[in-house]
């Protein structure tokens, strides 16, 4: 039977229905606003790292912030101040903390429902969506969907996975360098992927490594098991460690394209809305950006902007996705490259879509030219003169 409706629904309580409902509730009118908020499950305590070179919205969630950042490859080691950025992490722990206790308590405006939602639909003669659960039906004048979203992998488009998992340490004696954040070690055996490892010190004796790997498909257990003893035997060989804590995933690194809409006209966030950056896998403070420019949109009632990367910034995310897809191998050598060349804050500022054309014609020029240079051909002249990439 249908509810009275809500001014608005989210469906999904995760990374970005929750920011973008965070800035909703610094508006005057928001405590008037009827808001519904669908979640299917207790949240996965994942959690979140990102850069930024001011303070976030959520900067009182933010439990710990390093200014160094290093890459890490046979015979190479940089190290490097990353100002004026910092590289934050949010605990999943602390980020839906606040959000299921004090966020919720202090807007009673918004009803915390646990449903799994199977569809949305849109009552055109009501101007008004339905979302459902099977059994129940709710009604709400606007919707915003973060259900991950379904990447269908077409020939046009590549669909790589970035999958890791992680262990969280804590060692008997010091063994980590607590100010510095490795953010990609390329020293270990790549097996036609592209395979390195990632390490969060969250203090001396204590750090998250995870092994990460772009790929088309994900590894039993056991492979990420043995890449990561042999790490730890080769890298911490005089480290006594407990494991405390472990964390698998996988998160789709796709140039397919998506919409700023649903299939009903709801608007879609977050991963479903392609926040996930196409080379990277990091979404995090994109969503943050996202979350700030759809709050100013709804409330000058303007048209939503795109959400995903658009113009010259995906065509390097295409050219860089094709070499991965295509020639895994050269991967180790592309990130070489570009950390022995050029400087840490810079790469942050490329990948943040922040450079200027000239910044980005530096970087390039840094990078090997003829893997960039056969996608450039696959990608754009070979379509021209008739040829498709299948
Ligand atoms: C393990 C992991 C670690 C990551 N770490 C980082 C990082 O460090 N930095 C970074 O920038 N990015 C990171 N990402 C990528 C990205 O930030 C996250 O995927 C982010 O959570 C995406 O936000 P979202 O709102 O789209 O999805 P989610 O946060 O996953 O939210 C979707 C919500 O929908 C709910 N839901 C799903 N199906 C239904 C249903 N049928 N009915 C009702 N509710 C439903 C889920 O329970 C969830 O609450 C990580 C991703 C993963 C998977």
Redesign the pocket.
């Known amino acids: 039977m249908a509810t009275k409706p809500f001014d608005m629904a989210f469906?999904?309580?995760?990374?970005?229905?929750l920011q973008l409902m965070h800035q909703m509730a610094s508006a005057d009118n928001w405590h008037e606003q009827q808001v519904a908020l669908?979640?299917?499950?207790q949240?996965q305590h994942?959690?979140?790292?990102?850069w930024s070179d001011k303070p976030h919205p959520l900067q009182f969630l933010v439990e710990k912030s390093w200014q160094n950042i290093s890459f890490v490859s046979n015979g190479l080691s940089v190290t490097q101040n990353i100002a004026p950025y910092q590289y934050h992490y949010i605990s999943g722990a602390g980020f839906f903390n606040y959000f299921q206790g004090q966020f919720l308590e202090n807007h009673p405006n918004v009803t915390a429902i646990q449903?799994?939602?199977s569809a949305v639909q849109n009552n055109e003669s009501t101007a008004a969506f339905t979302v459902h659960n099977g059994t129940q039906q709710w009604a709400a004048k606007q919707v915003f969907n973060?259900?991950?979203p379904k990447i269908k992998k077409t020939p046009d488009h590549v669909c790589l996975q970035q999958h890791f998992k992680g262990w969280f340490l804590q060692t008997d004696t010091d063994a980590f360098d607590e100010d510095t954040v490795t953010m990609m070690d390329f020293s270990i055996e790549q097996h036609n992927d592209v395979r390195f490892v990632y390490i969060l010190p969250f203090s001396k004796r204590e750090a998250l490594v995870e092994i990460t790997v772009f790929s088309e498909h994900t590894y039993a257990d056991a492979v990420y098991d043995e890449v990561f003893e042999n790490y730890m035997d080769t890298r911490f060989s005089h480290v006594n460690y407990t494991i405390q804590n472990t964390?698998k995933?996988s998160?789709p690194m796709t140039n397919a394209p998506f919409s700023r809409f649903g299939n009903t006209g709801e608007v879609l966030?977050?991963?479903?809305a392609g926040?996930?950056k196409a080379t990277t896998?990091?979404?995090?403070?994109r969503?943050s950006k996202d979350s700030l420019g759809l709050h100013h949109d709804l409330k000058q009632q303007r048209k939503l902007r795109l959400a995903n990367t658009q113009g010259r910034f995906r065509f390097y995310d295409n050219l860089l996705l094709g070499i991965l897809a295509e020639s895994p191998q050269r991967g180790k050598e592309i990130f070489e490259a570009l950390f022995s060349k050029m400087s840490i804050p810079t790469i942050l500022k490329f990948l943040d879509e922040d450079t200027t054309l000239a910044e980005e014609m530096l970087i390039f020029s840094k990078l090997p030219f003829w893997p960039f240079l056969a996608q450039v051909f696959k990608q754009c002249i070979l379509p021209k003169i008739g040829f498709s990439r299948s």
């Open positions: 469906i999904g309580a995760g990374c970005s229905s669908f979640s299917h499950e949240p994942r959690s979140w790292c990102f449903a799994h939602i973060s259900l991950p964390e995933a998160i966030l977050g991963a479903a926040m996930v896998g990091y979404a995090f403070n969503i």
